[in-house]
């Protein structure tokens, strides 16, 4: 009658320990796809700040750079348009100049030689001045607007330095977050492994099954502590 109960209990033990033993199997395969699905959160974290910091900082720098380029071919508009004016306003000085005394020369032609030699004296004078008025207003005109380009590239690269030092100010926090997160992420799939190897090692033992499981389920409350 003992041995009757004893093989019965020994059979008991048996199912309880192959029911450990499968649900030590079970906790194992949640562990790993409880990493599968850290690894695809991360790279869908990736992907998502790639999208949000690194494709527009790239869209930036070709910005800044378009912006370089447009100021360089305004400066050549610039210096082009300053000598055309300057080319047509000599001429037309010189025109006005020939018009107007041909004139008095043609209404004096029968004034006496020294009338005649007086007003070409006050021809060349009035040339004179005439130029040097205009050489003056020019040089005026040129100094002013080179003055005024000179500030507006300063200006214009002033607020190009600002835009590439905030640009790098914001890439180097995206990257200091992503390194951040990436350790976090790192750390948690070390500690998965970790209770991969230490499942796989001890898979026959019922009973450090039962200390891990109990360990497994109070993690979430730590996190949710934390």
């Known amino acids: 009658m003992d041995n ?35 690894k695809a959160a991360a790279s869908a974290q ?33 210096n082009a348009v300053v000598a055309d004016v300057i080319a047509k306003e000599k001429a037309k000085c010189k025109d006005a100049v020939a018009k107007e005394f041909a004139e008095k020369e043609a209404d004096m032609s029968k004034v006496h030689e020294e009338e005649t030699k007086k007003l070409t004296a006050e021809k060349e004078e009035a040339e004179k001045k005439l130029e040097e008025q205009h050489a003056q207003e020019l040089k005026e005109l040129t100094e002013k607007y080179e003055a005024e380009l000179k500030d507006s590239k ?52 019922p009973f450090v099954l039962q200390e891990i499981q109990m360990k497994q389920s109070q993690q979430p409350q730590e996190k949710e502590t934390e």
């Open 46 to 78: 990736q992907a998502e700040e790639d999208a949000v910091y690194i494709e527009p900082g790239m869209a930036w720098r070709k910005t800044l750079k378009s912006l370089e380029e447009e100021i360089e071919k305004e400066l050549g508009k610039a």
């Open 4 to 38: 009757k109960i004893l093989t019965e209990e020994a059979k008991e033990t048996e199912k309880e320990a192959g029911k450990e033993v499968e649900n030590g199997v079970s906790a194992s395969d949640e562990a790993i796809k409880a990493v599968e699905a850290m």
């Open 154 to 205: 300063e200006a214009h690269e002033a607020e190009l330095e600002k835009m590439k030092n905030l640009y790098d100010e914001q890439l180097a926090e995206v990257q200091e977050s992503f390194r951040e997160k990436t350790a976090g992420f790192r750390k948690e799939i070390d500690h998965y492994k970790e209770q991969i190897e230490v499942l796989m090692l001890h898979i026959d033992d």
